[in-house]
T-cell receptor
Framework: DAGVIQSPRHEVTEMGQEVTLRCKPI?????LFWYRQTMMRGLELLIY????????DSGMPEDRFSAKMPNASFSTLKIQPSEPRDSAVYFC???????????FGSGTRLTVV | KQEVTQIPAALSVPEGENLVLNCSFT??????LQWFRQDPGKGLTSLLL?????REQTSGRLNASLDKSSGRSTLYIAASQPGDSATYLC?????????????FGKGTLLTVNP
């Protein structure tokens, strides 16, 4: 298995633009998590899905952020419109359980200028 | 609200030295505690998992302990090697209905010098 695949690896965009981050979880993993990592706040859970259904999105910072999981092999995190304070590394992780056995992707480094 | 603190923020040691990384958490009602490793530009790799009922876990040169009542965990690395250089993150999961939610510390950046 190729692990959790995230794309793009790097994204530089201008303030106000729409940004879409993509994630392909490991086949057979029922849980998918989106995390954001910054120097100031460390790693924070944004949202998680179980069997493609969003269970907890309380970590999503604002309405500008949205996430979808249309099927078991694909998820997106969208930011519209993007702002400089959204600059961070966004990680996707999947697991066969809710609380351990995570496999993380390599992350998407987002820079909003 | 759970808070996780890791001390020190950075540590530099010569190769071969044994070392201890510390993690503390404010709410002892946890489901489990995990230690992760993060290499630059990479995702996180799970190293050790300790369930709330356990006191320690070992994997090779790594040993993690948990004292839930005092809200502390340590990661012991024996005979450190340059390949151990990375950021080490501690994370706890909540109990009850929030056991999926990992709260991470900010990590300890370890450098092992040859």
């Amino acid at each position: 298995d190729a692990g959790v695949i995230q794309s793009p690896r790097h994204e530089v965009t201008e303030m106000g633009q729409e940004v879409t981050l993509r994630c392909k979880p490991i086949s057979g993993h029922d849980y998918l998590f989106w995390y954001r990592q910054t120097m100031m706040r460390g790693l924070e859970l944004l949202i998680y899905f179980n069997n493609n259904v969003p269970i907890d999105d309380s970590g999503m910072p604002e309405d500008r952020f949205s996430a979808k999981m249309p099927n078991a092999s694909f998820s997106t995190l969208k930011i519209q419109p993007s702002e400089p304070r959204d600059s961070a590394v966004y990680f996707c992780a999947s697991s066969w359980t809710a609380n351990y056995g995570y496999t993380f992707g390599s992350g998407t480094r987002l820079t909003v200028v | 609200k759970q808070e996780v603190t890791q001390i020190p923020a950075a540590l530099s040691v010569p190769e071969g030295e044994n070392l201890v990384l510390n993690c503390s958490f404010t709410d002892s009602a946890i489901y489990n505690l995990q230690w992760f490793r993060q290499d630059p530009g990479k995702g996180l790799t799970s190293l050790l998992l300790i369930q709330s009922s356990q006191r320690e876990q070992t994997s090779g040169r790594l040993n993690a302990s948990l004292d839930k009542s005092s809200g502390r965990s340590t990661l012991y690395i024996a005979a450190s090697q340059p390949g151990d250089s990375a950021t080490y993150l501690c994370a706890v999961s909540g109990s009850g209905g929030s056991n999926y939610k990992l709260t991470f510390g900010k990590g300890t950046l370890l450098t092992v010098n040859p």
